[in-house]
């Protein structure tokens, strides 16, 4: 069972930044994808941004620009930096993973691609 555990999360002003990171417990493939999707109260799950083992990369149409996902496989940690961070980017952010292959790029923002979770980490931003 792989366990996902995010961190960085906060509270900023508009403007500010934050960096996201979730460690996997382990990588059962070589063949993999990760994402972080976000839910703020009252919504739908969204996908934000996801990433495949060879680095392609997806992100939502809000998002371009101002975050960027990336990861380091050696310590098995997934990343969000988040710049000019906005009121309605506040919300719970979630860690996702899954293994094999994602199908479209887009597919990677879908959140019923993904077999294992993190538990989340809250952002808030003030305006």
């Known amino acids: 069972q792989v366990q996902l555990v995010e961190s960085g999360g906060g509270s900023v002003q508009a403007g500010g930044s934050l960096r996201l990171s979730c460690v996997a417990s382990?990588?059962?493939?070589?063949?993999?994808?990760m994402g972080w999707f976000r839910q703020a109260p009252g919504n739908e799950r969204e996908g934000v941004a996801g990433?495949?083992?060879?680095?392609?990369?997806a992100y939502v149409d809000s998002v371009k620009g101002r975050f960027t996902i990336s990861q380091d496989n050696a310590k098995k940690t997934l990343y969000l930096q988040m710049n000019s961070l906005k009121p309605e980017d506040t919300a719970m952010y979630y860690c996702?993973?899954?293994?094999?292959?994602?199908?479209?790029?887009?597919?990677?923002?879908?959140?019923?691609?993904?077999?294992?979770w993190g538990q989340g980490t809250q952002v808030t931003v003030a305006s």
């Open positions: 990433i495949s083992a060879t680095g392609v990369t």
């Open positions: 382990e990588y059962s493939s070589s063949s993999y994808y």
């Open positions: 996702a993973a899954s293994w094999g292959f994602y199908g479209s790029v887009s597919d990677m923002l879908q959140k019923y691609k993904y077999n294992y």
